[in-house]
C-alpha cells in the first residue's frame, strides 16, 4: 500500500511538473510582449516601479505573468519587472526579493515563481547578480542583494522568473544562510513560470 502511495505521489508530481512545463512552452515562449536581449533593452522596455521602502507593514506585491515584457536570458525565456531606486555614491543597500507559492498551496502540489533578480546602473552594466543571502520558510522564499553603490545616480533591479528548470524543485544556489555559505538548499517547492513577487528595499541600508 506505501510503495502504491509513493507511486501516485510521484505520477502527480510529474503530471503537475509536465502542465507548469506546457504552460511555460504556450504563454512564456510564444507570447506577444517585448522581448530583450540585453539588459539596456529590458529597462527600456518597460516603465520602472519606484522601489518602495519596507516600513515593516504589508508590503505590496506585484504579479508576473505573460503580460509582462520578457527577457531571454540564454537558457529561458522569463517576463519580468524593473524597480528604480537612487543611489549615492558608497551608500549601502540592502534589496529583497519575496515570492511565495501559488494558490492553491497545498500537499506535494506546490508551485511558486522562483525569482532571479540583478540590479544595473542607468547603463544596464549589472552591479549584482547573485543573492547575498536565501532564506526559506513554508509557502516562501526570500532573497537579498546587499552591497555598496559604485557611484551616485539611478539603478535599477530587474525581477524576472527563473524559467531554466520549470516544473521542478527550487533549489537556491550560492548564497549564505545563516552567515553561512551554503551550495545548494531545497526550498520544498516547484518552479512555476507565473507568480507574485514582494520586492523593497530596507530602510537603514544594512
Known amino acids: 500500500m506505501h510503495q502504491f502511495i509513493t507511486l501516485v505521489a510521484c505520477l502527480l508530481l510529474a503530471a503537475c511538473a509536465s502542465n507548469q512545463q506546457a504552460l511555460y512552452e504556450q504563454n512564456v515562449q ?26 515593516g507593514l504589508l508590503t505590496s506585491d506585484w504579479p508576473i505573468s505573460a503580460n509582462e515584457p520578457r527577457m531571454n536570458f540564454g537558457r529561458s525565456i522569463s517576463n519580468y ?18 515570492s511565495v507559492c501559488n494558490q492553491p498551496c497545498l500537499g506535494f502540489n506546490k508551485f511558486a515563481l522562483k525569482p532571479r533578480a540583478m540590479l544595473l546602473d542607468s547603463n544596464g552594466a549589472v552591479i549584482a547578480k547573485k543573492p547575498s543571502q536565501a532564506a526559506a520558510v ?14 551616485d545616480g539611478t539603478y535599477y533591479l530587474l525581477v524576472a522568473a527563473d524559467n531554466d528548470d520549470v516544473g521542478r524543485t527550487i533549489v537556491i ?4 544562510l545563516n552567515n553561512s555559505p551554503l551550495m545548494a538548499v531545497d526550498v520544498g517547492m516547484h518552479s512555476s513560470p507565473f507568480g507574485k513577487v514582494s520586492v523593497f528595499a530596507d530602510p537603514t541600508g544594512k
Open 138 to 151: 513554508l509557502g516562501q522564499i526570500t532573497l537579498k542583494w546587499v552591497g555598496v553603490a559604485p557611484d
Open 30 to 55: 510564444a507570447g506577444k510582449s517585448p522581448i530583450a536581449t540585453t539588459t539596456l533593452e529590458a529597462i527600456h522596455n518597460t516603465e520602472a516601479i519606484p522601489l518602495p521602502v519596507n516600513t
Open 173 to 176: 544556489e550560492d548564497a549564505w
Open 81 to 98: 519587472r524593473v524597480f528604480s531606486l537612487q543611489l549615492r555614491k558608497g551608500a549601502p543597500y540592502s534589496l529583497s526579493v519575496k
